[in-house]
């Protein structure tokens, strides 16, 4: 029994013994009557107010689903929110009014804009793009559009997959509406350059094959007409034919490679390699080149120098880098290759009584940060600023007809990068007009990959 109930009995008796004192029968009776109403009235008001025990648990089950409820419609908005934001597609959603109801984070990115929310602008206080406008007015009569090609210029270029889709809703008369649009936008910046590369690669390759093809063919037809009973004339078209055959040759086989190299299919077995004598070979290989073109080979490179490399790849790497460097030094110019060992470690603080482990500890630190540097200097006449991020790709030239005069189809400074790539390096190049350039070769020494 609860205290008030108690309470209330205890007044009641109270109350009752004191009018059974009255003198009065009649008087005894009246308030005794008015009495127990009281009691009476007071009881049935106390059990109408009060909550039976089924309906108060019916009551807290009610206030648990509600907040259950609560927490999972707060959850699924929080993750509804989280999802849009880790798109990578830009997602935009506009009212009939062409105002931003909603959109995410890489939405906020293709408009360049570092503000939260874009909510409550108009789509031409975002972007003044006529194809992103009219896209989405399309939608808002109901037309849904799809590769709509948008293109944004900022820090970089931007290229942009656009598909918006009206967002139907009820007018109130039965029929529906659009009442917004929602439009994605897809990223193809990466796909759209890919597509250009390889369109570039194959005009570059028809070009290429077809320049020693039509010389072959034409000779071919010269001699085919009579000009083979020319012992000497017949001899040299055919050193021409052979030396464009072998061109074609170099070409195919160099793209076949640079394929490989890019698809992962080349594997380096890097093993500790004596520097000095591949250096020798590389020299030995094309010293003819060097000869016709009055260039001094200089291997200064220390007979001690060790490099941890794949000993063919980094033979073959040499020769591309070196066989450029006389093509396009000057006359009784020079070609250096010099051997670096770069230690970027630094000593750590030793406490006195630790020396031995400390100086463990700093053969670690800078074993990790050391370096191999092959240089190969020439004195030509070296290369515009400009073009010098372009270098290292597929057939990019600087002077595309002294390269094709001098037999240059511009894979190898391409296979040069690939194949440092492959062992863990970066190729660089750096140089000056009137005094030549100078390509470095870095790669991780043996003890950082030990």
Do not use: W
């Amino acid at each position: 029994m609860s205290k008030p109930n108690v309470l209330l009995i205890s007044v009641s008796a109270i109350a009752l013994a004191v009018v059974l004192l009255l003198p009065s029968f009649t008087t005894r009776a009246v308030f005794a009557a008015v009495l127990l109403l009281a009691v009476a009235l007071i009881v049935v008001r106390t059990r109408s107010t009060k909550p039976s025990e089924p309906d108060l648990e019916a009551n807290l089950d009610a206030e648990n689903d509600s907040t259950e409820s609560a927490q999972e419609i707060f959850a699924r908005g929080k993750l509804f929110e989280a999802t849009m934001n880790g798109m990578r597609e830009g997602l935009l959603v506009v009212d009939r009014d062409m105002r931003v109801v909603a959109s995410n984070t890489t939405a906020r990115r293709v408009f360049n804009l570092s503000r939260e929310k874009l909510d409550a602008q108009r789509l031409t206080e975002l972007t003044r793009n006529p194809a992103i406008y009219s896209a989405f007015l399309d939608a808002l009569k109901g037309i849904e559009r799809s590769d709509v090609k948008v293109e944004i210029h900022g820090s970089e270029r931007l290229v942009f997959d656009l598909r918006v889709v009206p967002l139907a809703g009820s007018n109130g008369k039965g029929s529906r509406a659009a009442q917004g649009a929602l439009g994605v936008f897809i990223d193809v910046t990466r796909t759209e350059h890919l597509e250009q590369v390889r369109q570039e690669f194959l005009s570059n390759v028809s070009h290429e094959l077809r320049t020693p093809l039509t010389a072959i063919l034409a000779f071919i037809e010269t001699l085919e007409a009579g000009a083979i009973d020319d012992k000497e004339a017949s001899q040299r078209f055919l050193s021409i034919i052979r030396r464009n055959a072998i061109r074609m040759h170099e070409l195919i086989d160099d793209i076949l490679e640079l394929s490989a190299i890019e698809a992962g299919n080349v594997q380096v077995k890097v093993e500790s390699v004596e520097l000095h004598p591949i250096v020798n070979d590389v020299i030995a290989s094309l010293a003819n080149k060097a000869a016709a073109q009055s260039v001094t080979v200089v291997n200064a490179v220390p007979h001690d120098a060790m490099v941890y490399a794949d000993a063919r790849r980094l033979e073959q790497m040499l020769t591309n880098l070196v066989e450029n460097a006389i093509k396009f030094n000057r006359e009784h110019g020079t070609v250096t290759i010099r051997f670096e060992n770069v230690d970027r470690g630094s000593s750590p603080r030793v406490s006195k009584g630790s020396e031995s482990r400390a100086s463990e500890i700093q053969v670690k630190q800078n074993d990790a940060f050391a370096r191999d540097k092959i240089i190969v200097e020439d004195t030509g006449e070296g290369i515009p600023a400009q073009h010098l991020e372009r270098l290292f790709e597929r057939f990019y030239r600087v002077d595309r007809a002294r390269s094709r005069e001098l037999g240059g189809i511009g894979l190898g400074l391409a296979i040069v990068k690939h194949l440092t790539r492959a062992h863990g390096g970066e190729v660089t190049v750096t140089s000056e007009l009137g005094k030549g350039s100078t390509f470095t070769i870095e790669l991780p020494s043996r003890a950082a990959k030990t």
